[in-house]
């Protein structure tokens, strides 16, 4: 099992940066693909992000590509999402996910989400 917590959200102005780290609990970090979703008020949850368990793929939602990168430090048990040129539509809460594998495919673990609120 891992348990995930994220930190990093606040609110930041359009334009604006934010880093998102989700740290991982236990030692087994390296067996889990990882990923990130958020969620808007009223809406579903969305994909944004993915990273292979061996950190050589990455995925990223159309709507953040260019904007947003995520990436993993296996020796801190931690994942990030840089945040870039945020836009109002970015507001969010966002999650952490993962899943045992290679790849991200049905998300067997979830942090309990961060905040994040762009303003115009």
């Known amino acids: 099992q891992v348990q995930l917590e994220e930190s990093g959200g606040g609110l930041v102005q359009a334009g604006g940066s934010l880093r998102l780290s989700c740290a991982a609990s236990?030692?087994?970090?390296?067996?889990?693909?990882m990923g990130w979703f958020r969620q808007a008020p009223g809406k579903e949850r969305q994909f944004v992000a993915a990273?292979?368990?061996?950190?050589?793929?990455?995925y990223h939602a159309d709507s953040v590509k260019g904007r947003f990168t995520i990436s993993r430090d296996n020796a801190k048990n931690t994942l990030y999402l840089q945040m870039n040129m945020l836009k109002p539509e970015d507001t969010a809460v966002y999650y952490c996910?993962?899943?045992?594998?290679?790849?991200?495919?049905?998300?067997?673990?979830w942090g309990q989400g961060t905040q994040v609120t762009v303003s115009s």
């Open positions: 996910a993962a899943n045992e594998g290679e790849k991200l495919v049905s998300p067997d673990y």
């Open positions: 236990g030692r087994t970090f390296r067996r889990y693909a």
């Open positions: 990273l292979s368990r061996s950190g050589g793929r990455t």
